[in-house]
């Protein structure tokens, strides 16, 4: 195979790492590694699991490590193609982000914020709704977000619908978190129709809609909206437009749920998205 003479795209991630159960620092890292990217991190908590179904975890802030880390990545010089946050350790890690931002962007980066707190109509149980609010204002910052109705619903304070919604509630959501300021707004867990589920997006600049779905595989499997972001990001920076990406990462992060479903392993632990990892890449191609 010939080498390619490209620059190899650099993300820095800004998540957890959940030490034990996939999400997260666990999943982007090698989903955005098979798709050719490099793949910095700044680790914003260390966890022994994530806090979705576990009891008895460890939880290590990490908050006093961003303004030292940040200040000597300055010395570097360093290319960065995107910015990508998920789960973050504190309200105050949100005003460092938003600092990590102006200092960090250039004209070409994209920074991609999955404001990751909430799902079901909760916040997991680190937050609160100041936290929900500190998040609104650094989605505000990003080029691209990627909530799920839950986190779309507290970011704009309006009502966790539930099931209970149509396409007009989910255009104008879409239109109100693009109105925060990101160009384009991908919503995760859409669905119109039972044994449905996917992704709907919006472009700002074009005032367009995008939407894809699969099928709904049965139960909840955890750390997929973090899958989902990771190759979100991985179609994105691979220069597919949003309709694809949203896609690309659609099937690929079904494909991991529909193994998992199949092997019957307890979904708190995560889903197996390492075998699925061929057909990111090939989903890419
Ligand atoms: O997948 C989202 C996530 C990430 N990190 C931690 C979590 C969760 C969701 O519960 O607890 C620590």
């Not at 505000?140 to 839950?150: F, S």
């Not at 449905?196 to 074009?206: F, P």
């Not at 909840?220 to 899958?227: A, L, N, Q, S």
């Amino acid at each position: 195979m010939p080498v390619t003479q490209q620059l190899q795209k650099r993300v820095i991630t800004i998540q957890d790492i959940s030490c034990v159960g996939k999400c997260s620092l666990t999943v982007a890292l090698p989903i955005l590694s098979a798709a050719g990217i490099e793949t910095s991190i700044l680790p914003t908590a260390i966890l022994s699991t994530h806090t979705g179904g576990f009891t008895g975890y460890t939880f290590r802030d990490l908050t006093e490590d961003v303004e030292p880390i940040c200040a000597h990545w300055r010395t570097l010089d360093l290319r960065i193609d995107a910015i990508y946050t998920g789960y973050l350790g504190s309200l105050e890690q949100q005003q460092l982000i938003t600092r990590l931002f102006e200092q960090f962007r250039q004209p070409e980066t994209i920074v991609l914020v999955d404001p990751a707190m909430a799902d079901g109509g909760q916040l997991y149980p680190a937050f609160d709704e100041q936290f929900a609010l500190g998040m609104r204002d650094l989605c505000a910052k990003a080029d691209v977000i990627a909530p799920n109705i839950t986190e779309a619903a507290l970011m704009l304070q309006k009502p966790y619908p539930g099931e209970d919604y149509d396409q007009d509630w989910v255009e104008s959501t879409l239109r109100e978190l693009a109105g925060l300021g990101p160009a384009q707004v991908v919503l995760t867990g859409v669905s119109f129709a039972e044994g449905k589920l996917g992704a709907a997006a919006y472009d700002s600049r074009l005032d367009s809609f995008d939407y894809y779905f699969t099928e709904r595989v049965p139960g909840y499997y955890h750390g997929t909206g973090d899958i989902y972001s990771s190759a979100l990001l991985a179609g994105l920076l691979n220069g597919k437009p949003v309709a694809e990406a949203i896609r690309i990462a659609c099937e690929f992060t079904v494909a991991a749920i529909r193994r998992t479903h199949a092997a019957a392993t307890d979904p708190k632990f995560g889903v197996d998205f390492e075998h699925e990892l061929v057909t990111l890449i090939n989903l890419l191609a």
